[in-house]
């Protein structure tokens, strides 16, 4: 049995668990950590030469918990070496060695980023959700977020990042990237995930955020005419696309078709409701309110392990009842 050091035996003994501790001993038994590990693997320094790389299941647990409470690389180095809970969740003894630094988390995401391989572990995590029956495929939500970028122009470039833009929502300017994803409509698990700057239309990403299996695609009114589209007009999908505001008010109050067609509209919206939660647990569970790098690229590579962590946050129940099933 491996001896643990006398901070870890203090912690072990302490009698209330926190938050903090609770979240990333659960997140440990819902991660596919073979199907992830195997995806990156193959593209991960072997040491062959120069100084033996960190272990990649160690690195990629540091990448897990930096996007978890939203820290920078420095705040991911700083964060373990201070939380015990951390320390066991990534397998660090600060009596035996050291806390991966700043650098070699920005070289692992660098990688991940290079090879497109965040795109893949939201695939593996999907593949491990399906195999589990999580995940279906005959229907999809699909919807956009405004992920907000610096507007400020004081910095050594005098200019804001080239690659993001400004759009009006309401009566309000936002200057930043959209987030679009396709989501299960029967779980709310998301399948599909794009980024854009955010002046892009909602409506023409529809295509790329379908994976090509959905009997019925639900929009809001922002997607209107999406049937028509050149793209999508061949495609043998239903579209319950919600009906504009104006259109419902225009109905006189009088009119026998209008409270059936408003108790259409909620019963619509009613299943739209499950996109807003993968955004909710990216938003205001993991922190992510705003871009933290420059570039839609690197922006979007993050969004893909957030939206995998969210899936498997939505999915947690679940998981855990099969975990504690395989364990018996």
Do not use: C
């Not at 690659?163 to 709310?188: C, L, P, R, Y």
């Not at 999908?237 to 509209?265: H, M, N, Q, T």
């Amino acid at each position: 049995m491996k001896e643990i050091s006398s901070s870890q035996a203090q912690f072990v003994g302490k009698k209330r668990v926190t938050r903090r501790e609770q979240f990333p001993a659960e997140m440990e038994k819902v991660v596919p950590w073979q199907e992830v590990l195997s995806v990156i693997e193959p593209y991960y320094p072997k040491g062959e030469r120069g100084r033996p790389p960190v272990g990649l299941e160690r690195i990629l647990r540091m990448v897990l918990a930096q996007q978890w409470y939203h820290l920078s690389d420095e705040g991911v180095e700083d964060a373990v070496t201070d939380s015990q809970s951390l320390r066991d969740f990534v397998g660090i003894d600060l009596s035996r060695e050291s806390v991966p630094d700043a650098t070699t988390v920005l070289g692992f995401r660098h990688l991940l980023e290079e090879h497109d391989l965040t795109k893949v572990v939201l695939d593996a995590v999907n593949g491990k959700l399906r195999a589990a029956g999580l995940l279906m495929s005959e229907g999809t939500i699909a919807d956009a977020t405004i992920i907000p970028a610096p507007p400020s122009v004081k910095n050594e470039a005098k200019a804001r990042d080239p690659e993001m833009h400004q759009t009006k929502k309401g009566n309000q300017w936002h200057f930043g990237m959209k987030a679009h994803i396709g989501v299960d409509a029967e779980s709310g698990l998301v399948h599909t995930v794009v980024g854009t700057a955010a002046n892009v239309a909602d409506v023409t990403q529809t295509a790329e955020v379908l994976h090509g299996e959905e009997k019925s695609v639900y929009l809001d009114a922002g997607y209107t005419g999406v049937e028509k589209r050149e793209d999508l007009k061949d495609r043998d999908i239903d579209w319950p696309v919600a009906a504009k505001r104006s259109k419902l008010k225009a109905i006189p109050e009088e009119s026998k078709l209008g409270p059936l067609l408003r108790r259409l509209e909620s019963v619509k919206a009613s299943i739209r409701s499950k996109v807003e939660h993968p955004f909710h647990i990216v938003k205001n569970l993991f922190g992510h309110r705003k871009v933290r790098y420059k570039g839609l690229k690197k922006n979007t590579a993050q969004l893909h392990i957030l939206f995998a962590l969210a899936n498997l946050v939505i999915a947690k129940r679940q998981l855990l009842a099969l975990h504690s099933q395989g364990a018996s």
